[in-house]
Structure formats: C-alpha cells, structure tokens
C-alpha cells in the first residue's frame, strides 16, 4: 500500500511539471475538449468495473471504497482553472496515518491470501461437478492444488 502511495505522490509531482491547455485558441479548445470527454468516459466505465472495488473492498470497508474511487481514483469534476494539486492526496494519507495497517506483517497476510485462494478453489470444484462448462483445466488445476 505504500508504494501505491508513493506512485500517486511521484504521479503528482510530475503532473506540476506540465503545462495545462487553456481554450484561448481553437486547436486547443478541441483538444481539451476531447480530453475531457475521454476522461470522463474513462471514469464512468471504471466505477462501472466491480472489479476494482473488490479488491479495495478486500483491504478497506464498502464506504471507505465508495469514496476513494469516486473521490480520487476516479474523479471527473472539471473546471476552468485545474487544480494539479489539491486536497484530495491529503485525506488519503490522513487515513493512512489514522488507520492501522490491514496486515501488520507477511504471515497474516499470506492467512488471508489462503483462505481466498481456497474458497475460489471449493467454488471452482464445486462448478466443475455440477457441469459449469466455464471451468476449464487451469482453474481445475488450480482447484486441485488447493
């Protein structure tokens, strides 16, 4: 999690190296335009993905999850004037410091990773008995192992 902190920190010191488009012209005008539309597509079709919010919701509550993707992950609000660095990152990192770690060492961890690996691996035999043609020989493999 702490790179994952450091990266959006790195992502964002170098967002301050770059120069903003302002519509004063045309050409400008249309690509911020564009932009913008394809960042507010991006965004939409993230939250859409459960996918990304089960595996936040692995380490964080349905809440906190919520947030975070629409508030920063995601976060379409466009203005005239763009913020490239606002208070966002801070309440991520005051719930870093006010919020003991998930797992506190590798054991407990690799705990948790077992029990998920198991359960998708019952899940997995338990389909493949009942005739789910979707189980094919990588997840009977892994299934097996477990």
């Given at each position: 999690?702490?790179?994952?902190?450091?990266?959006?920190?790195?992502?964002?010191?170098?967002?301050q190296?770059?120069?903003?488009?302002?519509?004063?012209d045309?050409?400008?005008?249309?690509?911020?335009?564009?932009?913008?539309?394809?960042?507010?597509?991006?965004?939409?079709?993230?939250?859409?993905?459960?996918?990304?919010?089960?595996?936040?919701?692995?380490?964080?509550?349905?809440e906190?999850t919520?947030?975070?993707?629409?508030?920063?992950?995601?976060?379409?609000?466009?203005?005239?004037?763009?913020?490239?660095?606002?208070?966002s990152?801070?309440?991520?990192?005051?719930?870093?410091?006010?919020?003991?770690?998930?797992?506190?060492?590798?054991?407990?961890?690799?705990?948790?990773?077992?029990?998920l690996?198991?359960?998708?691996?019952?899940?997995?035999?338990?389909?493949?008995?009942?005739?789910?043609?979707?189980?094919?020989?990588?997840?009977?493999?892994?299934?097996?192992?477990?």
């Amino acid at each position: 999690m702490k790179y994952a902190v450091a990266l959006t920190r790195a992502h964002l010191m170098y967002s301050q190296l770059l120069q903003p488009l302002s519509p004063t012209d045309k050409p400008s005008a249309r690509r911020l335009s564009e932009l913008l539309a394809c960042h507010k597509r991006f965004c939409e079709h993230q939250l859409a993905n459960t996918k990304t919010s089960r595996v936040l919701e692995v380490a964080f509550d349905k809440e906190f999850t919520d947030a975070y993707m629409k508030e920063l992950m995601f976060d379409f609000s466009p203005k005239e004037d763009v913020p490239w660095f606002d208070g966002s990152l801070a309440k991520l990192y005051e719930y870093f410091e006010n919020t003991p770690e998930v797992w506190a060492d590798a054991g407990e961890f690799m705990k948790t990773r077992m029990k998920l690996d198991d359960q998708k691996a019952s899940d997995f035999l338990r389909r493949f008995l009942a005739g789910d043609p979707s189980i094919k020989l990588p997840r009977l493999s892994f299934a097996l192992q477990h």
